[in-house]
C-alpha cells in the first residue's frame, strides 16, 4: 500500500512539473504554487441548452476519444530521453531520462525495451500527438519478431525542434492496439 502511494505522489509532482509547476524558492519543505492553471469563468463560453446533444457513439466515431492503452506483456521498460548519439545495435544511447524538452535540443530519444512473455510478431510504431488529438509526428512501421526470454530494444527520435512549445502525448503501438502512452513538454 504504502508502494502505491508514493507511486502516485511520484506521479502528481511529473505531472506537476509537466504543467510548469515548480517548488517554491522560498525555504523549507518544497511548496508547489499553482501556474495559473485556472481559467476565469468570464472566459468560459455559455452553453446553450437548447443546443444539438452528441451521442458517445458519435464522438467515437468522430475520433474525439483516445485510444486504450492494453494491458501488454511486451514492454519491460520505456522511457523518454536525451540520447547521446547511437550506440550498439544502432540504438539511441539516453544519458538523461526526463519528459521536459527545449526546441533547441532538436529531438527527444524515446527506448523501449521489449520483454514479452509470450511470442509476438508484428510492426511498432511511434506517435505523437498534440492536446487536441491531432497526429503531428509518426514513425516508420517497425517490424518486430518478439519472443520471451529474448531482449530487443528500439528507439525512435521524437523531433521537437519544430513543434511549438505545448505538452504532447507519445503513443507505441504494436500492430493495432497501443501499448504504452507518456506524456512530455516542449519548450522553447
Known sequence: MLQAKARFIGQLMRT?????DKPSAKGGPAIYENGAMAVPISQVPDIVSTS???????????????????KSELIGFAQLAVASGKGANRINAPHEYRWIFSRREGHATLLVNWQPTSKAKGKAMLRVFDSDNRKVAESKPDNLNLSPGNFLASSWDVPVEN????IYRVD?????QVVWRDFFRVTD
Open 52 to 70: 444539438a446533444k452528441t451521442s458517445l457513439a458519435e464522438l467515437d466515431r468522430r475520433g474525439e476519444f483516445l485510444a486504450p492503452v492494453t
Open 172 to 176: 507505441v503501438s504494436f500492430g493495432e
Open 163 to 166: 513543434l511549438p512549445p505545448a
Open 16 to 20: 506537476r512539473d509537466l504543467l510548469g
